[in-house]
């Protein structure tokens, strides 16, 4: 797999690192411009750029990890659902678990799509 | 996806996809703007509500990222809730039978190595009882003369009176 491919497939991991990368770089340029300014009033512009901003950049970066860490189950889910539908096609008659299954991913599907 | 024809391909619509992007947007222009103002003001007591106003943002922000993970996790569970088989009863008695039958063996096994009408008793313990005494119930006692038991000191349980 090619490094692109693999960035494009890893779009939510990548951002997040990068997120995080930031909110590093930002926090360390507050804690540098803070250190060398003299008066409180000249140094809350750094607060707020370099503390508020960065803990905001980790906050999403954090979000993008972990909604990454969801969409893979959602995938595997995807997966695990498509499995046993090919598993019980063509059977006379399902298994109740597999009728069971069937009937709850669909209302799995209606309670999503409701949101 | 496997199935994007048939689900959602995240767990999240598009109302969470909106009101995240709303969040955050709110956020990063309540702290973008905070900063320029308090660039641009000398004085400490005025800067201080801009910084009010960054900290909003990032509560905002956190606010709207914490509901949309709490609503995928929400979503993913109640999916993998509903796909993930569910052993039928059968399967699931002879899961409760595995684990009842060490138990039910060991106390068969202790009932037979007793003499039923003898008086039981561990060691360490002040009274002798009945075997079906429920103060032996789970103790590993072992039957016995009743000589044997008041010589080790042992009086009558007051409970089962044996």
Redesign the interface.
């Known amino acids: 797999m090619s490094v692109m491919k693999w960035i494009r497939n890893q779009w939510d991991r990548v951002t997040a690192v990068g997120l995080m990368v930031a909110a590093a770089l930002a926090m360390l340029a507050g804690w540098f411009g803070v250190s060398r300014s003299a008066y409180p009033a000249e140094s809350m512009p750094y607060i707020v750029s370099g503390g508020f901003f960065g803990l905001l950049l980790i906050g999403i970066g954090a979000v993008l990890w972990l909604s990454a860490d969801l969409r893979d189950e959602w995938r595997k889910l995807d997966g695990i659902e498509q499995a046993w539908r090919d598993a019980t096609i063509g059977r006379p008659a399902e298994t109740p678990a597999a009728t069971r299954t069937v009937q709850g991913g669909e209302a799995a599907r209606a309670t999503t799509a409701a949101r | 996806?496997?199935?994007g024809s048939?689900?959602?391909s995240?767990?999240w619509?598009s109302?969470?996809r909106v009101v995240?992007s709303v969040g955050?947007t709110l956020?990063?222009c309540a702290?973008?703007f905070?900063?320029f103002a308090?660039?641009g003001?000398?004085?400490?007591d005025h800067?201080v509500g801009?910084?009010a106003v960054?900290?909003a943002?990032?509560m905002l922000?956190?606010a709207v990222?914490g509901a949309?993970?709490l609503?995928?996790?929400r979503?993913?569970g109640?999916?993998?809730?509903?796909?993930?088989?569910?052993?039928?009863e059968g399967q699931l008695a002879d899961v409760v039978d595995l684990r009842v039958k060490a138990p039910v063996a060991t106390a068969t096994a202790t009932a037979a190595q007793t003499n039923g009408a003898a008086p039981v008793a561990a060691s360490g313990m002040r009274h002798f009882h009945r075997l079906d005494c429920p103060l032996a119930q789970g103790k590993a006692v072992a039957a016995a003369a009743l000589t044997d038991h008041v010589k080790a000191g042992r009086t009558a349980c007051e409970v089962c009176q044996p």
């Open positions: 996806m496997t199935s048939l689900h959602l995240s767990p619509g109302t969470q995240l955050w956020a990063l702290v973008g905070a900063w308090t660039s003001e000398a004085v400490l800067q801009w910084v960054a900290a943002g990032v922000a956190g990222s949309w993970l609503a995928g996790r979503a993913v109640l999916r993998a809730r509903d796909t993930l088989p569910v052993p039928d």
